[in-house]
């Protein structure tokens, strides 16, 4: 995508005919399924994903950054190493196609506004990193680690620790240097955002004061790499979403019984014993402000423990279709105990592997 014009000429003649939604949005799952990536023929003009584009383009230019990330579609999020440019997951170009991952992965990463931005904001971040060739910077270096160091798989994320900003989910900071720099990056792009005062006290605020000091002193500049490569197009992609998801969900498995299903399972029930009591996944966002509200009060946790957690909590209670099986009220107490008690694990485990 380029960036659009300041000012458009006011439109003549009749409106254009609303387009045409293709074929395949008419097909039942399985049937869609088995169409092939480049068979879907999607673009990113005209979707809701342009929306979202233009605004990150004037939330760069406010910040007096010169630089425009280009945007394609492909199968995942990523930004990758070399190219100044991000992929974005192809579902979120069409409605039908979010209702699909929904079915197949539980959520849909990105799919509301919100999400959206948080998103785009941290891709950018590595974009403007390749764009400059921040890390190769002794002040980068110095500030978040060797980006040469061995990506992880996996990760054990401290929940306690104040030393990185809170953004994406999962304490994705923690995970690289690299992505340590895009979600510092992240925090600092919105025009309200309260980073100053949010991190007060926190050594992440040295982290977010070297990113401020260095995008002013980018403002203006032109890139120093401004190649428009796209990698892994859908145009080019043969793979099925049948193959996609078989793979997506092997990739994703993870276990989480010990920290969530047992504990779900005191509280609700499964759905072939209590088949008529309400879903436990909504009931679970029904009462998320309530409890969110209790948590953060009462038993003082930090509300990016808190979300992560109830998120956590909610995307499970939906992957086992678990069910009321009493009262709502006894639900709610039980469920607001068994919130407190994961988080309480947590950051036990924290202070026992980590002197902070």
């Known amino acids: 995508m380029t960036p ?71 199968e995942e999020w990523f930004s990758p190493d070399g190219v100044p440019g991000i992929a974005i997951p192809f579902y979120l170009a069409h409605p039908r196609l979010m209702r699909l991952e929904r079915r197949y992965m539980h959520e849909v990463e990105g799919g509301n506004d919100k999400w959206l931005m948080r998103i785009l904001r941290h891709e950018t971040g590595h974009a403007i990193d390749t764009a400059f060739g921040l890390r190769r910077r002794k002040a980068w270096r110095e500030t978040f680690g060797k980006a040469s160091r061995r990506y992880p798989t996996r990760y054990s994320p401290r929940p306690t620790s104040r030393n990185f900003v809170l953004h994406l989910g999962h304490w994705y900071a923690q995970r690289h240097p690299t992505e340590d720099f895009a979600e510092t990056f992240a925090v600092w792009l919105p025009p309200r955002s309260r980073w100053r005062s949010q991190y ?76 008529r009591g309400p879903a436990a996944s909504r009931f679970l966002r029904e009462v998320r402000p309530q409890l969110r509200r209790l948590l953060i009060r009462r038993a003082r946790m930090h509300p990016y423990l808190v979300n992560h957690v109830m998120r956590t909590a909610t995307q499970r209670a939906r992957v086992l279709d678990l069910r009321l099986k009493g009262s709502q009220r006894k639900a709610k107490r039980d469920v607001l105990g068994m919130l407190e008690r994961i988080m309480l694990d947590m950051l036990l485990r924290d202070r026992e592997n980590y002197a902070l």
Not at 14 to 37: C, I, Q, V, Y
Not at 213 to 239: C, F, H, I, K, S
């Open 200 to 275: 007060e006290g926190w050594p992440a605020l040295a982290k977010l004061e070297y990113v401020d000091r260095t995008m002013r002193e980018l403002e203006g500049r032109r890139a120093v790499r401004l190649a428009r490569d796209t990698v892994e197009p859908l145009a080019g992609n043969q793979r099925t979403l049948r193959e996609h998801y078989r793979r997506k969900r092997a990739r994703y498995e993870i276990d989480l019984a010990r920290s969530y299903d047992r504990r779900l399972l005191r509280v609700f029930g499964r759905r072939e014993i209590h088949p």
């Open 4 to 74: 659009r014009p300041r000012q458009r000429r006011a439109s003549r003649g009749p409106r254009r005919a609303r387009k045409r939604e293709p074929a395949w949005t008419r097909l039942d799952d399985d049937a869609l399924l088995d169409k092939r990536f480049c068979d879907l023929r999607l673009t990113l003009a005209g979707s809701r994903l342009e929306h979202s584009v233009w605004r990150l383009y004037d939330e760069l230019a406010r910040k007096g950054i010169r630089f425009r990330p280009h945007f394609w579609l492909s």
